[in-house]
């Protein structure tokens, strides 16, 4: 992997708890600024559940090693181009602590 593959911008969103006195809600809020990193699709499909059929793609992204992108966790969503991609699995790429490779998957019918 080399810098000039890392074509993407991709923002990942952490989970939060809001509560505003009077209620208490879940959000999604931007963690981080954004950063460069490649995208390799891996494989898509449709499942069916419960009467209703989804179209998901799974998806790899890498990024450069660094302190905070190591401290991203599958409980973490990524957002390329649009779509929130849910983070299922997360392990250092080639070269000791130098690329993490982020597997992703998303639906495409939405």
């Known amino acids: 992997?080399?810098?000039?593959?890392?074509?993407?911008?991709?923002?990942f969103r952490r989970y939060t708890e809001?509560?505003?006195?009077?209620?208490?809600?879940?959000?999604?809020?931007?963690?981080?600024?954004?950063?460069?990193?490649s995208k390799t699709d891996l494989s898509d499909g449709e499942k069916s559940r419960a009467g209703e059929t989804a179209a998901w793609i799974t998806t790899r992204f890498v990024v450069r090693h660094s302190s905070f992108s190591s401290g991203i966790t599958p409980k973490d969503r990524?957002?390329?181009?649009?779509?929130?991609?849910?983070?299922?699995?997360?392990?250092?790429?080639?070269?000791?602590?130098?690329?993490?490779?982020i597997t992703c998957g998303a639906r495409t019918d939405l």
């Not at 992997?1 to 923002?11: E, N, P, S």
């Not at 181009?81 to 080639?94: C, D, F, M, N, R």
Request: glycine share 16%; hydrophobic share 35%.
């Open 78 to 101: 990524l957002v390329c181009a649009g779509v929130t991609y849910e983070i299922s699995g997360i392990k250092e790429g080639k070269g000791r602590r130098r690329w993490l490779e």
């Open 18 to 37: 809001a509560d505003d006195g009077y209620s208490s809600g879940q959000t999604w809020a931007d963690h981080g600024g954004a950063v460069y990193a």
């Open 1 to 11: 992997m080399t810098a000039g593959k890392l074509d993407r911008r991709v923002q």
